[in-house]
C-alpha cells in the first residue's frame, strides 16, 4: 500500500527509464536540490500544554525556513504524531525514560509553511498514543498537503513535483513501522519505487542514542535492550536496490556523511527542531541542515551543511559558530576515512579529486 496526500501521485504504471531520460528529454542535465533534517516534534500537548513553544508555534522553523524553501523538495523526520485531542498513551516501565509526544493537529500548517514536503513517520514516537495516533497523523498530514511514509499501513508514497517523478519510503525498529532489520522487504520496496520513478528518497530511523553513539560502527547496535538495526550496512542495500539519497537520524546526534555507487547517505542528521522534551546539551543541540545537489538520475553532485543549534527549551537557530558541520567533518574522517566524500569546515560537501 503507497501513502499519499490530496496532490497529484506518480502513475505507478508509468516507467522511468534512467539510463536514457536526459536523452529522452533533449535538454541539458536537470539539477535537483533536496534539504533535509532530522527529528523535529515541535510542541506537545502532552501532559500538559504548558509544553507547547511560544505563539502557538508559528516561529519555530523561522531560521531554517528560507533554507527548506529554497530547495526543489525538504525533508524531515516527525518524531511524534499529530493529534489534539485524546488516546491511549502507551505503557511505559520506566516513566523517567519514556516520552510520550502528541503535537496540535493544526500544526501541521507550521511545516507546511517552512516548506516542508515529506516527513518520515517511521520511528518510536509514531505509536505513543496507538492506532488512534496513527490514524490522525496520517488523516492531518493528508490534508495539509504533506507525502509521507513508513508505516506498515503505508510504507511508501510516490508524487510529481517540477516533472520529477519522487519515490520516498522510510524504515524504523518500532512497531506499527516498516522494519529496518528487515532489509530483503526494505530492497523490495526500493526495487519497486526506482522502476517508476526518477529519484528514490530512503529515510531510515536506527542506531543508539546519545552522545555515546556518536561514531559509526558497521554492526547492529541496541538500545535499552531494542536493536536498532545496522545504519551502514541498510544504507548500502538500499542503494544497491535502486535509492539516489538515504536520509537517516534517531541517534538524537549528527553522524558522518558518505558517498556510495555515486549516491548520497546521511547516517544521522540528529535533532532540529525538539521543543521542551528533549535534552539538547552538547551535541544533541547541534541541529544541521543538509542541502543536496544530484542530476536527474539522482547521482550526488554537491551539497552544503547549514549549521543550526537548539538553546533553552529548542528550536532551531542560525549558528554563527558553525559548530555542526565541523563535527560532521571531523566525524566523517574519523569515521569513514577512504571516502569519497570531502567536507570543509564551512560545512561545502564535495566528491575528492
Same mark, same amino acid.
Given at each position: 500500500? %503507497?501513502?499519499?496526500?490530496? *496532490?497529484?501521485? !506518480? @502513475?505507478?504504471?508509468?516507467?522511468?527509464?534512467?539510463?536514457?531520460?536526459?536523452?529522452?528529454?533533449?535538454?541539458?542535465?536537470? #539539477?535537483?536540490?533536496?534539504s533535509a533534517v532530522g527529528d523535529c516534534m515541535i510542541g506537545t500537548n502532552y501532559p500538559s500544554a504548558n509544553l507547547l513553544p511560544p505563539n502557538d508555534g508559528k516561529d519555530i522553523f523561522r531560521d531554517a525556513a528560507p533554507y527548506l524553501q529554497? +530547495?526543489?523538495?525538504?525533508? /524531515? *523526520?516527525?518524531?511524534? /504524531?499529530?493529534?489534539?485531542?485524546?488516546?491511549?498513551?502507551?505503557?511505559? +516501565?520506566?516513566?523517567?525514560?519514556?516520552y510520550a509526544f502528541k503535537m496540535p493537529d493544526h500544526y501541521a500548517k507550521h511545516f507546511v509553511n517552512a516548506g516542508f514536503d515529506i516527513l518520515?513517520?517511521? &520511528? *518510536?514516537?509514531? =505509536?505513543?498514543? =496507538?492506532?488512534?495516533? #496513527?490514524?490522525?497523523t496520517k488523516k492531518v498530514l493528508t490534508e495539509a498537503g504533506i507525502y509521507f511514509a513508513g508505516l506498515t499501513s503505508c510504507p511508501n508514497t510516490r508524487f510529481e513535483k517540477d516533472g520529477v517523478k519522487?519515490?520516498?519510503?522510510?524504515?524504523?525498529? @518500532?512497531? /506499527?513501522? !516498516?522494519?529496518?532489520?528487515?532489509?530483503?522487504?526494505?530492497?523490495?520496496?526500493?526495487?519497486?519505487? @526506482? %522502476? &517508476?520513478?526518477?529519484?528514490?528518497? !530512503?529515510?531510515?530511523?536506527? =542506531?543508539g542514542e546519545g552522545s555515546g553513539f556518536r561514531h559509526l560502527t558497521n554492526s547492529n547496535e541496541s538500545y535499552l535492550g531494542e536493536n536498532r538495526g545496522n545504519p551502514q550496512e541498510f544504507a548500502k542495500a538500499v542503494i544497491d536496490a535502486g535509492a539516489d539519497i538515504v536520509f537517516g537520524h534517531g541517534p538524537h546526534v549528527p553522524r558522518a556523511m558518505d558517498i556510495y555507487k555515486g549516491k548520497f547517505i546521511a547516517y544521522s542528521l540528529g535533532n532540529f527542531a525538539t521543543y521542551a522534551r528533549f535534552s539538547l546539551k552538547g551535541y544533541a543541540g547541534y541541529a544541521p541542515l543538509v542541502t543536496v545537489e544530484v542530476n536527474d538520475k539522482g547521482d550526488f553532485i554537491s551539497g552544503e551543511i547549514v549549521s543550526f543549534i537548539q538553546e533553552g527549551e529548542g528550536g532551531p537557530t542560525l549558528d554563527v559558530q558553525g559548530r555542526v558541520a565541523k563535527d560532521i567533518k571531523d566525524l566523517t574522517e574519523?569515521?569513514?576515512?577512504? %571516502?569519497?566524500?570531502?567536507?570543509? +569546515?564551512?560545512?561545502?560537501?564535495?566528491?575528492? *579529486?
Open positions: 500500500m %503507497s501513502c499519499s496526500t490530496g *496532490n497529484t501521485p !506518480v @502513475n505507478p504504471e508509468s516507467k522511468v527509464d534512467k539510463a536514457t531520460l536526459s536523452e529522452a528529454q533533449d535538454t541539458s542535465e536537470k #539539477r535537483i536540490f533536496i529554497k +530547495s526543489d523538495l525538504a525533508f /524531515g *523526520n516527525c518524531e511524534g /504524531g499529530f493529534l489534539t485531542g485524546e488516546g491511549p498513551v502507551k505503557k511505559c +516501565s520506566d516513566p523517567t525514560k519514556c518520515s513517520i517511521a &520511528n *518510536n514516537h509514531v =505509536g505513543d498514543f =496507538g492506532e488512534v495516533g #496513527r490514524i490522525n519522487y519515490g520516498f519510503c522510510a524504515f524504523a525498529p @518500532n512497531n /506499527g513501522t !516498516v522494519s529496518v532489520n528487515d532489509i530483503a522487504k526494505a530492497k523490495l520496496i526500493v526495487q519497486e519505487l @526506482n %522502476s &517508476n520513478c526518477d529519484i528514490v528518497i !530512503v529515510s531510515f530511523h536506527a =542506531g574519523a569515521d569513514l576515512p577512504t %571516502s569519497q566524500l570531502s567536507i570543509d +569546515s564551512v560545512g561545502k560537501i564535495s566528491l575528492k *579529486n
